[in-house]
């Protein structure tokens, strides 16, 4: 079984720059989330879809950052301009679905992201 | 590749040696818990979980023991290898499954061979 895949895996970019980020999720899977992982911390979760709406985005930086998963399948995270602190790994998750007993989530490799 | 470990408490053992990783959890109404373990350069990997009803839970090599009195969570790896050299994290869920996860801070084991 194919796992989550990310792209692109590095990125490097000035301050308010922008950039974006890809997701396909394990085919089937109808939640997505994305998360930051700041170097030497656990993930933070950002955003979460069921199918292609939004569950949850409170900790999402809504002045700069979108996300969209517009078919219910892949989905994209942008950061519009970037800052300094957004120097981070970037993680897609997926997970069959999300119902009221734990569903397994299954991470990307993540996106490494440096601001300069 | 890059680390995630960096400034992360250590733990460091020799191989074949057991491994207890302990972790601290914030919200007394979390139902479920799961530990993940993450290499360099890869997203974080599912290795168990358990949920709160209970206190205990055996996987393969793996154990993870649940004190809610104190909100206190452990892995334990038993002989450890080279290959189990990671950072590990715990998360937390709940009270229902459609709560998001939490996760704390994690832990860098190192196997030494």
């Known amino acids: 079984e194919a796992g989550v895949a990310q792209s692109p895996r590095y990125k490097i970019i000035e301050k308010r720059q922008s950039v974006a980020f890809w997701c396909n999720p394990i085919?089937?899977?109808?939640?997505l989330y994305w998360y930051q992982q700041i170097l030497g911390q656990g993930p933070k979760l950002l955003i979460q879809?069921?199918?292609?709406?939004?569950?949850?985005d409170s900790q999402l930086p809504k002045d700069r950052f979108s996300a969209e998963r517009l078919k219910g399948v892949d989905s994209t995270l942008k950061i519009q301009p970037a800052k300094l602190e957004d120097s981070a790994v970037y993680l897609c998750?997926?997970?069959?679905?999300?119902?009221?007993?734990?569903?397994?989530?299954?991470f990307g490799p993540g996106t490494r992201l440096t601001v300069l | 590749g890059e680390s995630v470990g960096l400034h992360l408490p250590t733990l460091s053992v020799q191989e074949g040696d057991n491994s207890i990783i302990n972790c601290a959890y914030s919200?007394?109404?979390?139902?479920?818990f799961i530990w993940y373990k993450q290499e360099s350069g890869k997203g974080p990997q599912f290795i168990i979980d358990?949920?709160?009803?209970?206190d205990k839970r055996q996987g393969q090599r793996v154990t993870v023991l649940l004190n809610k009195t104190v909100k206190h969570l452990s892995l334990q790896i038993a002989a450890t290898q080279p290959g189990d050299s990671a950072v590990y994290f715990c998360?937390?869920?709940?009270?229902?499954?459609?709560?998001?996860?939490?996760f704390g801070k994690g832990t860098m084991l190192l196997v030494s061979p």
């Open positions: 998750a997926s997970s069959l679905a999300w119902t009221q007993f734990y569903n397994e989530q299954f």
């Open positions: 085919s089937g899977h109808a939640t």
């Open positions: 879809f069921q199918n292609n709406g939004v569950v949850d």
């Open positions: 919200n007394s109404a979390s139902d479920y």
């Open positions: 358990i949920r709160s009803n209970m």
């Open positions: 998360a937390e869920s709940g009270p229902s499954g459609y709560s998001t996860l939490t």
